[in-house]
C-alpha cells in the first residue's frame, strides 16, 4: 500500500506549473512565502496568496506524446522540469539575489560605477528573454498566428484551384480543424530555439540599463516585463524589443526596477547607463 502511494505521489509532482517563478515572486513577499494580490473583476479586493498558488497553469508545458519522437515519449514534463526548475530558475535566482545584495550595500557615493560587467548583463539579458518566451502571452499570440497562417494558405490554394479549373468553384473549401493540444509542443520549439533568445538577449544587452532602487514598495504582476514605447508606433509581435523608442520595465524586488532604453531615442541617458539611481 505504501508503495501505491508512492508511486501516486510521484505522479502527481509538477502538475501545477508557474509561468512566473516563485524565486522571482518570492521577493515581492512579506514573509517570503505569500505576498498580496489583486486581480481584476474582483471589486478591487486585496488579499494575500501564497507564491505557489498564483501565476501558473496546470499542466502549462507538458507536451502531449503524440507529438514528441519515439525516443522521448513519456518525457512530457522535460520542458517544466529540467529546463525550468532544474536549469533556469536556479541561475535566475542566483543573478537576481547578487543583484538586490548589491543594490542594498550600494555606497551612494559610487553611484556612477556600474553594476553588472558585461558578461554578467549578458548573462541577465538572457534571462529575461527566456521569461519573456515562456510566457502564456508569448504562445497565445504565436498560436494565433500559426493557425491564421494555415488558414490564409487554404484560402490562397482554394483561389488558385478555382481560377485554374472553374469546376473548382463550386467545392466548399476544406475546414481546418487544430488540434489546441499542439500549442504546447510549439511553445516548447520556441523554449528550446536558441536564436529566439539569443536575438532578443542581443537587443536588450545593446540597450541603457538603469536600476531604480527605492525604499516604497514596488508591484509586479503575472506579466511583469512591460514594453512601453514611447512613439506612435503599433508593437507588432516581433518588434516589441526592436522598436524605436521603447522602454523596457521590468521589477526585480519590492525595492528595485530595471529600466532597459532604447539606446538612440534615450541617448541623453546614456552617462546613467548601468548604474543605480535613488
Not at 12 to 30: D, G, R, S, V
Not at 98 to 118: A, G, P
Not at 209 to 223: G, K, M, P, Q, R
Not at 259 to 267: C, G, K, M, R, V
Amino acid at each position: 500500500i505504501s508503495l501505491l502511494f508512492k508511486n501516486q505521489m510521484e505522479k502527481e509532482t509538477h502538475i501545477y506549473q508557474h509561468y512566473i517563478p516563485e524565486c522571482y515572486l518570492k521577493n515581492f513577499t512579506f514573509d517570503d512565502k505569500s505576498l498580496f494580490v489583486y486581480r481584476k473583476g474582483n471589486n478591487g479586493k486585496v488579499f494575500p496568496q501564497s507564491i505557489s498558488n498564483i501565476a501558473g497553469k496546470k499542466r502549462f508545458y507538458d507536451v502531449d506524446d503524440k507529438f514528441l519522437l519515439e525516443e522521448f515519449k513519456g518525457k512530457n514534463k522535460f520542458i517544466e522540469t529540467e529546463v525550468f526548475a532544474s536549469g533556469f530558475e536556479p541561475i535566475l535566482n542566483d543573478v537576481i539575489q547578487k543583484i538586490i545584495k548589491l543594490c542594498k550595500n550600494w555606497d551612494k557615493k559610487n553611484i556612477y560605477n556600474n553594476v553588472l560587467n558585461e558578461v554578467d548583463k549578458d548573462y541577465f539579458a538572457e534571462l529575461i528573454a527566456i521569461q519573456h518566451i515562456r510566457h502564456p502571452n508569448f504562445i497565445e499570440n504565436h498560436w494565433n498566428l500559426h493557425k491564421d497562417m494555415y488558414s490564409k494558405r487554404i484560402d490562397i490554394i482554394s483561389s488558385f484551384l478555382s481560377m485554374a479549373n472553374p469546376q473548382f468553384k463550386n467545392v466548399n473549401k476544406p475546414n481546418l480543424e487544430f488540434d489546441e493540444k499542439y500549442s504546447s509542443a510549439l511553445h516548447s520549439n520556441f523554449i528550446l530555439d536558441d536564436k529566439w533568445r539569443y536575438d532578443i538577449q542581443e537587443q536588450l544587452a545593446k540597450k541603457i540599463w538603469i536600476f531604480y532602487y527605492t525604499s516604497d514598495n514596488v508591484l509586479t504582476s503575472d506579466n511583469p516585463i512591460l514594453l512601453k514605447p514611447h512613439l506612435k508606433q503599433k508593437l507588432s509581435l516581433y518588434s516589441g524589443f526592436w522598436a524605436e523608442g521603447i522602454e523596457i520595465i521590468f521589477p526585480i524586488s519590492k525595492n528595485l526596477i530595471l529600466t532597459i532604453l532604447d539606446e538612440e531615442y534615450f541617448s541623453e541617458k546614456k552617462d546613467l547607463h548601468n548604474t543605480i539611481q535613488f
